[in-house]
């Protein structure tokens, strides 16, 4: 099919796209890449007629394609996939699992095709989890899951804003495969916010930049595109100003060694062993990245020591000087700690505005529920300055783009300066120049010692020089699931 788009505008609260001419001829995929923004999702509701926040301004013209001739796959679909399975299911509390919730029940609700969920499953390699619940898969098996879902729809068009995000190398490589082959049949946008994930077998690319469609070119003009560099230099000049914010209110909360400690740990339901025999120490001073497959147990480790997993009271830890299940209060614990994750990301869903998101970082509460300081408005203010976000500061969270919501996120974990910085994927959903940004921020914060970084990314590029001590899961085939090796650069 060919899509038409002419002389639009759409703006909400906190994206905005505008597009003066842009045709997608019939069998063409594209790949999209944005400099600043998430045009990703936006694209997509406008594509299929989803439009859920308040729209502002729209015009222009949309041709040559039907809503219901679109499937859309995005981290904010599947934010929503999730809560709403969460809100409508009590399958936990009762104890069964309903299947409609189950890996197999959500793609098979799209298609009522037995055949085809199997071949979705398979291709994308989810059969062994088909029983298993949406909501307790990892970030990168639910992304998989998203895409077989959209897949299952059977429309001619696809949008996939990052469908990349969350996966460990393995299943890039096999979903690059898998995309591809895939575009033989039905037309796509890939919409990307890491220029080594735009798919080589994408032969034209659209850039924007701050919503706006700046050019189209081949695939060989991309990779030749100075847009990279002079996005690198400016997220250094932002990184460098969080720095010195951080600095300004730094304090030194100390504890004698090991900050934390696991002996012999063990994760496991009734129906499998997540990982077993794992002794990890961390003391002063060091920082660690934690390293393994979609599924292996890395998020329910960092669970055990933020002390949000129910098996953390039957594992033997040491934390901050306590034993864990000695009667220490979590707050206590909470207080010297900041985290950043997909699961802290879909817990709130409190609708308070970006300021009271980051001043929240102060209280570890999910939501607003005390009066702050003026000093903490002052810290949180300067925060939003800094992210480029002083303009949405009493604008509703749930009412932002992604992306935004995870930089607020972020903020909120090191606005208080905690003793240990959790970032298990902190990058998900941030554009181009958002993780830059972040990355030049993590990596200074390690060298100064501001914190103590525990740190997950599938991607070799967001390695940080300052961390030299990994924990890595790998498959331990005498006992099943998961044990860990440690290592130093």
Same mark, same amino acid.
């Given at each position: ?70 499937? !859309?796959?995005?981290? =904010?679909? $599947?934010? /929503?996939?999730?809560?709403?399975? #969460?809100?409508?299911?009590?399958? %936990? ?81 096999? !979903?690059?495969?898998? =995309?591809? $082959?895939? /575009?033989?049949?039905?037309?796509? #946008?890939?919409?990307?916010?890491? %220029? ?89 001073g060091v920082h660690w990245q934690v390293k393994g ?56 869903r409190v609708n308070c505005s970006a300021l009271d998101v980051i ?131």
């Amino acid at each position: 099919m060919e899509i038409r788009f002419t002389q639009l505008q759409c703006r909400s609260s906190s994206v905005t796209v505008d597009i003066d001419q842009w045709v997608i001829e019939p069998q063409q995929s594209w790949g999209v890449f944005s400099t600043e923004g998430d045009v990703g999702a936006l694209l997509g509701q406008l594509l299929t007629r989803q439009i859920d926040a308040p729209i502002l301004t729209y015009s222009g013209d949309i041709t040559g394609v039907a809503p219901s001739c679109v499937a !859309l796959v995005s981290l =904010l679909e $599947q934010q /929503s996939l999730l809560e709403d399975i #969460l809100e409508q299911d009590d399958s %936990e509390s009762l104890g069964y699992t309903d299947p409609k919730t189950t890996v197999f029940g959500v793609i098979f609700s799209q298609c009522h095709d037995n055949g085809l969920t199997h071949q979705l499953l398979q291709q994308l390699d989810l059969t062994h989890l088909s029983l298993s619940p949406f909501t307790q898969l990892s970030t990168g098996e639910g992304r998989r899951v998203m895409l077989a879902r959209a897949v299952a729809t059977q429309v001619p068009f696809l949008v996939l804003d990052e469908p990349y995000a969350g996966l460990d190398v393995a299943h890039r490589q096999t !979903l690059t495969e898998y =995309l591809q $082959q895939l /575009s033989q049949t039905i037309q796509m #946008l890939v919409i990307v916010s890491r %220029e080594e994930d735009m798919p080589k077998w994408i032969e034209h690319v659209a850039l924007f930049s701050h919503g706006t469609l700046d050019s189209v070119m081949t695939q060989s003009e991309w990779d030749n595109h100075p847009v990279i560099a002079q996005l690198t230099a400016q997220a250094g000049q932002q990184s460098d100003d969080m720095l010195a914010l951080i600095r300004r209110h730094r304090h030194k909360p100390l504890f004698a060694n090991p900050v934390f400690q696991l002996n012999n740990g063990r994760v496991a339901y009734s129906d499998k062993v997540i990982f077993s025999g794992v002794n990890w120490r961390i003391d002063n001073g060091v920082h660690w990245q934690v390293k393994g497959p979609n599924g292996c147990g890395k998020s329910t480790l960092l669970g055990l020591i933020f002390g949000d997993h129910p098996q953390c009271y039957s594992n033997d830890i040491d934390i901050f000087g306590k034993k864990r299940g000695s009667g220490e209060s979590i707050w206590e614990i909470k207080k010297h700690i900041g985290m950043v994750s997909s699961a802290l990301h879909l817990q709130y869903r409190v609708n308070c505005s970006a300021l009271d998101v980051i001043v929240s970082g102060f209280y570890d509460s999910i939501g607003l529920y005390q009066q702050p300081s003026k000093q903490q408005v002052a810290i949180a203010t300067e925060w939003l300055a800094i992210l480029h976000m002083s303009h949405l500061s009493k604008s509703a969270f749930r009412q932002l783009e992604y992306g935004q919501q995870r930089l607020l996120l972020i903020a909120r974990a090191i606005v208080k300066q905690p003793t240990l910085l959790i970032l298990d994927e902190p990058y998900q959903g941030l554009d181009y120049l958002g993780r830059r940004l972040i990355k030049n921020a993590l990596e200074l914060i390690a060298k100064g010692h501001l914190s103590q970084l525990l740190y997950v990314s599938h991607y070799q590029e967001d390695s940080l020089d300052s961390i030299k001590h990994f924990i890595e899961f790998i498959v331990d085939k005498h006992q099943g699931g998961y044990r860990t090796v440690v290592t130093e650069a």
